[in-house]
């Protein structure tokens, strides 16, 4: 059985969801009128650092509709349906050492959780992606030769608040009390070190170009 055609597992509650998320958008006439002739949707990539919950069922379920409704449109050719598992992060390697298990072996525990989830909820993907498939990987290899050999990527020494949940750093006025995450509820760590960052001011002038005709 293809990750495009599950049997039919839907339970009521999902059933139910599916059919007002279709019929809010049949009412979109203006926005089916902007979409192109081939669509590509795609879900958040979920982290690996624990099992689906509610949260991921319902956002791929949101996101189903939508493919859904315009696959009738499209045709199955013309629209590309991706979702999947992010097992890259310290987060992800955090959660593994928790488990005590090696990270890899730990995110394909994961990923088989969140796939097995989504075929029984019917979820029709085109493509579940893990970060980990050896295609992925190799474009990134790519992706990240190309940035730096346009100089878009520069090395510098950094140190700040970083929160690990976020996977963002903070200044101190962002924090409760100056060291408290305000997602997560815990003080954010000092991290030192080098890092990678990318030079967006360059793509400043032609990004205000692509953007100004359709804002």
Known sequence: RGPGDHAPARN?????????????????????????????????IHYSNGPPHLGHAYEDIAADAFARHHRRKLGAGGLTFVTGTDEHGQKNRDAAAAAQMAPKAFADKISALFRSTFDELAISYTKFVRTTDPEHE????????????????????????????????????????????????????????GDSFLKLEQYRPRSLRLIAPSP
């Open 138 to 193: 190799a474009f990134v290899r790519r992706m990240l030769a190309r940035s730096h050999a346009n100089g878009d990527i520069e090395f510098k020494d950094y140190q700040g608040l970083y929160c690990v949940g976020c996977e963002r750093f903070y200044t101190e006025k962002e924090l409760i009390g100056g060291t408290i995450c305000p997602e997560h509820n815990r003080p954010a760590e000092t991290s030192r070190g």
């Open 12 to 44: 009521h509650a999902c059933a139910a969801t599916i059919a007002a998320l279709s019929n809010r958008l049949r009412r979109h006439a203006i926005f089916d009128s902007l979409m192109a002739d081939r669509i590509h949707i795609t879900t958040a």
